[in-house]
């Protein structure tokens, strides 16, 4: 029996591709787990009813890892984020990104090296939302005349944004404790709390009384649109930053785009039970079942995965692969060769993943 079982959700769109790739690539670093395989995404709900079988939870219950590939979300109409489904039921209130410059790739900087810490739970993700026009909207709008709370247009459409301490506390004591593992210096709120005082407000709030049970971690905050142009101007001056959810989703994809692009970026959900590792980016339909996609992003996703099952030496192999390939740059995918000027031929994720082997296997 192999030494640890993993839930693989391989997704929709470039899901499939990506990983294949990273099975490969976890597999040539010598890490021993047996993928249990389950699904999610549109391709689901003839068979199952669902995008988001029963079953896939259970395999998460059962093996409390899991690693996915993108799932496809319709916009506007249409079944409801699978990914925000997952983090609910499974109760994944951390999303975890930490954003590294690779040498080779492009990125605006070279020298980023900062982590977001993003809330997945609540704020406008929670899906608590009223269409236009319909009784929710209308009894909402009428209460909100009464109670002198602010005058909303007949022809609204409503999302509600809760931002509880309950949540809020969990999440920046997260960030402070992760600090604190990883000896980081600092840690950032990123907020709006001075147009929303009761949302953004209590965040900010409960950000301060948290960071006063670790005075030995830098404690600041930033509003949003400020920190904004902070990152861009001078990455260096931020280290952990702590977000309520849709900054943090906004935010992870400018600091992917500084430093590599999203092909490159990994992350993780993370709560008391159970973690699913995934990369930033979404499921790219424009380049789908076409052998164009980088796998990097859910190749390093892996090494998070590996380091939280104790495979420490496996991750650390994986991470120095990397960044070989990209330093000698010989094959490196097509978003790469763009972003790095190159009119060199680029390599597709099915060459890109053989290569990362044989530097493995070389370096065993
Ligand atoms: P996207 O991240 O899928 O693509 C944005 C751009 O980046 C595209 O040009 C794409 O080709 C490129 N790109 C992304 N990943 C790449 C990779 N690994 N290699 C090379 N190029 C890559 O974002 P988009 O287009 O906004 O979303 C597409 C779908 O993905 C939507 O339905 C969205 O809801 C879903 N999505 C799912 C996520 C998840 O499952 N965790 C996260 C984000 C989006």
Redesign the pocket.
């Known amino acids: 029996m192999a030494k640890h079982i993993v839930t693989l959700i391989p997704?929709d769109?470039?899901g499939p591709e990506?990983s294949a790739a990273m099975q490969k690539v976890v597999a040539a670093a010598g890490a021993d787990i047996e993928w249990e395989l389950a699904e999610a995404g549109a391709h689901m709900i003839e068979s199952c009813g669902s995008p988001l079988p029963e079953s896939t939870i259970d395999s998460v219950h059962r093996n409390k890892v899991a690693i996915k590939g993108?799932?496809?979300?319709p916009?506007g109409t249409g079944f409801r984020?699978v990914?925000v489904a997952l983090r609910k039921a499974l109760k994944l209130n951390v999303n975890l990104r930490p954003v590294i410059s690779i040498p080779g790739t492009g990125s605006r900087y070279e020298d980023i090296d900062l982590v977001v810490v993003r809330e997945n739970s609540e704020d406008l993700y929670a899906g608590v939302e009223f269409e236009e026009g319909s009784e929710g909207a209308k009894e909402l709008i009428e209460f909100c005349k009464e109670q002198g709370a602010g005058v909303i247009r007949e022809d609204s459409g409503i999302s509600i944004k809760p931002i509880s301490i309950t949540a809020s506390d969990a999440i920046v004591r997260y960030a402070f404790d992760y600090a604190k593992r990883l000896g980081r210096r600092k840690v950032t709120a990123a907020h709006k709390a001075n147009i929303m005082k009761f949302s953004d407000g209590l965040f900010l709030r409960e950000a301060r009384k948290v960071a006063e049970d670790y005075p030995e971690i830098e404690f600041n905050d930033n509003i949003i649109d400020a920190f904004c142009m902070n990152l861009v101007m001078d990455p260096s001056r931020f280290d952990v930053i702590v977000f309520p959810n849709l900054y943090g989703d906004i935010a992870s994809d400018l600091c992917a785009g500084l430093a590599g692009g999203?092909?490159i970026a990994p992350g993780a959900n993370i709560g008391p039970d159970y973690a699913v590792f995934?990369?930033?980016?979404?499921?790219?339909?424009?380049?789908a079942g076409k052998d164009?996609?980088?796998?990097t992003?859910q190749i390093l996703s892996a090494a998070m995965m590996l380091d939280h099952l104790g495979e420490t030496d496996c991750a650390a192999r994986i991470r120095s692969a990397i960044r070989r390939i990209y330093r000698e740059g010989e094959v490196v995918?097509g978003?790469i060769r763009r972003a790095t000027n190159s009119d060199k031929p680029a390599a597709s994720c099915t060459e890109f993943a053989a290569e990362l082997c044989r530097i493995l296997e070389e370096d065993n």
């Open positions: 997704g769109g470039i990506t993108p799932v496809t979300t916009v984020s990914n999203l092909g995934e990369a930033v980016h979404g499921s790219a339909p424009d380049i164009l996609c980088n796998p992003a995918t978003d």
